[in-house]
């Protein structure tokens, strides 16, 4: 079946640190990868996303690229910003068939001034 | 424009009751999306309507669940005989188009308290 690995958080880091999020997939056929972030009070938005293997999503300074041979998408930032505290997700869709997004669990950063 | 929009923001109910959550998709949408986030579970995919019609409701957790889609436009999702494990938020989302190639907009849920 389709699944999404990410690390487990929370993640508290210091505002201009480094950060990276990993994820990794488990899908039959090529997926769509995504990065939604919630947040505090707000709803899912998308970040970012890479529909074919090595192409690179990018928005608000995060990137992630689709990585087929390590089957990851691990998103990435060079220097976080207080504003940047939220809930990340990693997700994939099938690139056929009516399939749902399947989200990972999500992780909790939290950017201290 | 107006985004998509979830009634009503908060619900308690008591264990064994009724509850109607509903889904206000953004104008236009036809595919429209039901995934429930939980402590420990993530978002999970509930049901998916394409128009009135819902092609996959593989992800429903048992029958006391249910949804509907009327005009193409709102969804109500139902559960009966609600259990403490319904505890959750509920969101929904709609895109143009079902597919990989439309951005899902979600919704700011439901939180659904079962005491």
């Known amino acids: 079946g389709n699944s999404v690995t990410q690390m487990e958080g929370p993640v508290t880091l210091s505002e201009e640190a480094f950060l990276t999020i990993n994820c990794t997939y488990t899908a039959t056929g090529y997926p769509s990868l995504f990065w939604y972030v919630q947040y505090p009070g707000e709803g899912l938005q998308l970040l970012l996303k890479?529909?074919?293997?090595?192409d690179k999503g990018s928005n608000k300074g995060f990137e992630a690229t689709y990585r087929k041979e390590t089957t990851s998408f691990h998103l990435e930032k060079g220097s976080v910003q207080v504003s940047d505290s939220a809930v990340y997700f990693c997700a994939l869709i099938r690139n056929s068939g009516n399939t749902p997004l399947v989200f990972g669990k999500g992780t909790r950063l939290s950017v201290i001034a | 424009g107006a985004g998509v929009s979830q009634s009503p923001s908060n619900k308690v109910t008591e264990k064994g009751k009724d509850v109607e959550l509903r889904c206000d998709p953004i104008?236009?949408?036809?595919?429209l999306y039901w995934y429930r986030q939980s402590l420990g579970q993530g978002l999970e995919f509930l049901i998916y309507?394409?128009?009135?019609?819902?092609?996959?409701k593989s992800g429903l957790p048992s029958d006391r669940f249910s949804a509907e889609r009327t005009g193409g436009s709102v969804s109500t999702l139902t559960i009966q005989r609600t259990q403490q494990e319904d505890s959750a938020v509920y969101l929904c989302?709609?895109?143009?188009?079902?597919?990989?190639?439309?951005?899902?907009?979600f919704g700011p849920g439901t939180r659904l308290t079962v005491t």
């Open positions: 989302a709609s895109s143009l188009e079902r597919g990989v190639l439309y951005e899902q907009y």
């Open positions: 309507f394409q128009g009135n019609s819902a092609p996959d």
């Open positions: 104008s236009g949408h036809t595919a």
């Open positions: 890479a529909t074919k293997a090595d």
